[in-house]
């Protein structure tokens, strides 16, 4: 089971467990998430809802390893096993109507951001890294464009150019994380906060959820995120064509970059 759920108090819990793994996500995975999602969605005696992680890591994103890629890799392939495990998820979950809120630690890499993006709220723990460094894998960005919305342009270019990890108090000040607390209190914090929502009017907080997501929707969100995700694929298309794989770099050239970037920053 890589996903424990329990509810209490209004508030439902979805924790990542795969921590010997990093959390990093394979197709069961993310498909034993997206079930939890769709419980806490359809119980009423769930308000808010909490996404969490055990073990160093939050997440270090898609498990590029692990079985449920395509028998046959074409783009075709590709792209429907993407559309539904990372585009469509990651919108529905956005789209649930109770407020979530997002409890992040350590590193948070690449398809970790469709993960916790989706949320409401994102509280991150003093150690916390977000980085999406693909493009060091031929990509332009991992498959839900949400960097310009949550980063603004030019901080999404720099962390995409450069492949370099966000740290919490920068994804703080930029405004995608609303709050760094120390790591040992990032689950008291979290669950405090999901408690005092969870004292709201319930239809209050869903209008006031659609309202603001709605907003952004007529602003170009859902339309920028469809049509992103298509650019993700001629990252892909570019890739098969020259190599035959889905990438341009092998994994292990991937993972020294990022293991030189984050040391790099824990040093500074």
């Keep these: 089971m890589y996903i424990l759920y329990e509810v209490a108090d209004r508030i439902a819990t979805i924790t990542l467990n795969r921590p010997e793994a990093a959390n990093a996500q394979n197709m069961e995975l993310l ?88 949320c409401d709220l994102i509280i991150a723990a003093e150690d916390a890294l977000f980085s999406d460094p693909v493009v060091a894998m031929g990509i332009g960005g991992v498959e839900y464009h949400g960097h310009t919305w949550e980063l603004g342009p030019r901080k999404a270019k720099e962390i995409l ?21 120390p790591r040992a209190a990032l689950d008291t914090e979290t669950r405090a906060l999901a408690a005092h929502i969870a004292t709201m009017p319930s239809f209050g907080l869903r209008q006031a959820k659609r309202a603001v997501n709605q907003t952004l929707d007529v602003q170009g969100f859902y339309a ?33 970059k990022i293991r030189s970037n984050n040391d790099q920053q824990e040093e500074q």
């Excluded at 079985?67 to 469509?88: F, M, N, S």
Aim: glycine share 8%; hydrophobic share 45%.
């Design 31 to 118: 498909d034993e998430l997206d079930a939890a999602w769709t419980r806490a969605a359809t119980d009423d005696e769930v308000a808010v809802i909490i996404l969490r992680a055990e073990g160093k890591h939050f997440s270090a994103g898609h498990d590029l390893k692990g079985p449920g890629k395509p028998a046959k890799l074409t783009l075709e392939a590709i792209y429907q096993v993407e559309a539904r495990r990372y585009l469509e998820y990651s919108l529905r979950w956005r789209n649930v109507p109770k407020p979530s809120i997002a409890a992040v630690q350590g590193r948070c890499i690449a398809g970790a951001l469709l993960l916790c993006w989706p």
């Design 161 to 181: 150019f450069t492949g370099r990890a966000l740290t919490a108090q920068e994804a703080e000040q930029v405004g995608m994380v609303n709050r760094v607390v």
């Design 224 to 256: 920028a995120i469809q049509s992103v995700f298509d650019v993700h694929q001629t990252g892909h298309g570019n890739a098969l064509s020259v190599s035959g794989l889905p990438v341009l770099v092998n994994l292990d050239q991937m993972k020294t």
